[in-house]
Nanobody, 124 residues
Framework: QVQLVESGGGLVQTGGSLKLTCVASGGAFGDYVMGWFRRAPGKEREFVAT????????TYVDSVKGRFTISRDNAKNTVYLQMNSLLPEDTAVYYC?????????????????WGQGTQVTVSS
């Protein structure tokens, strides 16, 4: 059983930056694909970014390409989401997720474990 704990959310102005952190415990971290998803008020959960076990194959939703960067430190069992040039439409609860295997995925149903979420609010 893998436990995921996110942190780093907060309130930031348009154009600002935040770095989200997700620490995993209870599993072989390098064996898991890690992903970030978000849910905005009144909307469905949305894929944001994912990366494979070694962190060499990141994938992003088009709306965050060039602004967000996913990375991981397997020695620390941690995955990060660096968010730059934030926009009001990035406001959401951000969730970290883990998926067994080597194939990255943007489908939330394919992820086995989820964190509790961290709120990101971008003011205009």
């Amino acid at each position: 059983q893998v436990q995921l704990v996110e942190s780093g959310g907060g309130l930031v102005q348009t154009g600002g930056s935040l770095k989200l952190t997700c620490v995993a415990s209870g599993g072989a971290f390098g064996d898991y694909v890690m992903g970030w998803f978000r849910r905005a008020p009144g909307k469905e959960r949305e894929f944001v970014a994912t990366t494979n076990g070694s962190g060499t194959r990141p994938t992003y939703v088009d709306s965050v390409k060039g602004r967000f960067t996913i990375s991981r430190d397997n020695a620390k069992n941690t995955v990060y989401l660096q968010m730059n040039s934030l926009l009001p439409e990035d406001t959401a609860v951000y969730y970290c997720a883990a998926r067994r295997g080597v194939i990255t995925s943007s489908e939330s149903d394919s992820y086995n474990y989820w964190g509790q979420g961290t709120q990101v609010t971008v003011s205009s």
